[in-house]
């Protein structure tokens, strides 16, 4: 039973000791470089003369104090639900009237994702807004991710976690809010919708789970889409042969053996680098390095959350506990709470209106032409203005 005891909130600040920097410091001075075949840039993973010019800026020029000080100046705080210590940050516009949000990340991400749009998504005026878009804002860890892990129990899969977010939002007293994420964030933003229609006004995601094509298109479904949908469903579908193909290892890793890959990039900074950085590479709208599209210090500072709080293994249990769950396996079950997508072009997958519209209420479907994976980092502007295009629109129905 919980008790009132248990629902208590704890305001919480980062405060590295000094002996965990300098023994990251040691391990990245010790590191034990790999041999690399000449020639084959990215194709076997992160390239050796990269992550190496990676590790002397991070061990040299990054600072990690300045990057704990920006952290801290958001209001931070713990509490524990259903068993689990959930951190988060909790920024309130000052608009009173703003909207709750709950913006959550994925993996490997982090809070330190929405850097870039907190202020313009609490604060619009000094940004060149309308205040009528104000947001308070929620950004919870997942729980086994940086500063809400490692988790302590089996079982902490995206539904789960989409259970405690909305105790959190109970907790702060929001009895109506909205939700926005990606990755996994998508996932637990789109199941708070569908389970708590009274309480969630609208969803807003930038990764739409289950609508990507899975399948070779067979002639009579393509016959039954528009010409341009169905030329989508064609480029959905050769995306995922070559996700399947290249870049599924990953995931299949962490979905079986997760507790052997967390010996390796819990004792190897480098390690923990190379596992992160290679996905800022591959799923960002970048050229030739991460930084094409993201900034290396937010980047630096993502993995820092990582290695500090030991949750790389943590982290990745949330690919086993959902392999393992009940419900693999089984189709989305649909939503009705209105759902709105920021497509943006270099993300994993190629969403496709016609299958998303089938257990979505799709009511703002939104194609850009630039960004990937980590919208609130690689193109905080776009994703801005289409949060508060979607949370606009449904203020303005509710109204008449």
């Known amino acids: 039973m919980t008790t009132l005891a248990d629902k208590s909130i704890h305001p919480f ?10 023994d990251l410091h040691e391990r990245l001075d010790r590191t034990r470089w790999p041999d690399e075949l000449p020639g084959v840039g990215w194709a076997y993973g992160i390239p050796r003369d990269y992550l190496k010019e990676l590790v002397q800026y991070w061990r040299y020029e990054y600072h990690w104090r300045a990057a704990e000080a920006a952290l801290n100046e958001w209001p931070q705080f713990t509490t524990t639900i259903d068993g689990a210590n959930i951190h988060f940050a909790h920024i309130r516009s000052p608009e009173p009237e703003a909207t709750p949000l709950v913006m959550t990340h994925g993996w490997p991400g982090s809070i330190v994702e929405f850097a870039k749009v907190v202020g313009p998504l609490t604060d619009p005026r000094p940004h060149g807004g309308d205040p009528a878009d104000a947001f308070h804002l929620v ?118 053996r997760p507790q052997t890959l967390a010996y390796a990039l819990t004792d190897s ?25 993201v900034d290396r210090d937010q980047m630096l500072t993502n993995v820092m959350l990582y290695w500090l709080t030991h949750t790389a293994g943590s982290s990745a249990r949330i690919y086993y506990e959902r392999a393992h769950a009940d419900y693999w396996g089984t189709p989305p079950e649909p939503s009705a709470t209105p759902t709105a997508l920021a497509d943006f072009p270099r993300d994993n997958f190629i969403p496709l209106r016609h299958i998303a519209d089938r257990t979505n209420n799709i009511v703002q479907w939104t194609q850009y032409d630039q960004g990937g994976h980590f919208a609130a980092m690689e193109q905080p502007e776009l994703l801005v203005g289409d949060v508060r295009k979607f949370f606009r629109k449904l203020r303005e129905a509710a109204t008449g």
């Open 13 to 22: 600040r980062i405060c590295t000791p000094q002996g965990e920097l300098d």
């Open 269 to 293: 900074p480098v390690g923990q680098l190379a596992w992160i950085a290679e996905k800022f590479k591959e799923w960002t709208d970048s050229r030739e390095y991460p930084e094409d599209a």
């Open 139 to 256: 950004l919870p860890s997942i729980p086994g991710f940086g500063l809400s892990g490692p988790t302590r129990e089996t079982g902490w899969e995206f539904r789960r976690a989409a259970a405690a977010f909305a105790e959190l939002m109970e907790r702060l007293g929001y009895q109506r809010y909205g939700v926005q994420g990606g990755d996994w964030g998508a996932g637990i933003s789109r199941e708070m919708g569908r389970t708590r229609p009274d309480q969630v006004i609208g969803v807003h995601l930038n990764l739409l789970p289950n609508s990507a094509a899975t399948q070779e298109p067979d002639a009579d479904e393509l016959d039954a889409l528009s010409p341009m949908e169905r030329k989508r469903t064609l480029a959905s579908w050769a995306r995922m042969q070559q996700w399947n193909r290249d870049r599924q290892g990953y995931a299949d890793i962490q979905a079986t």
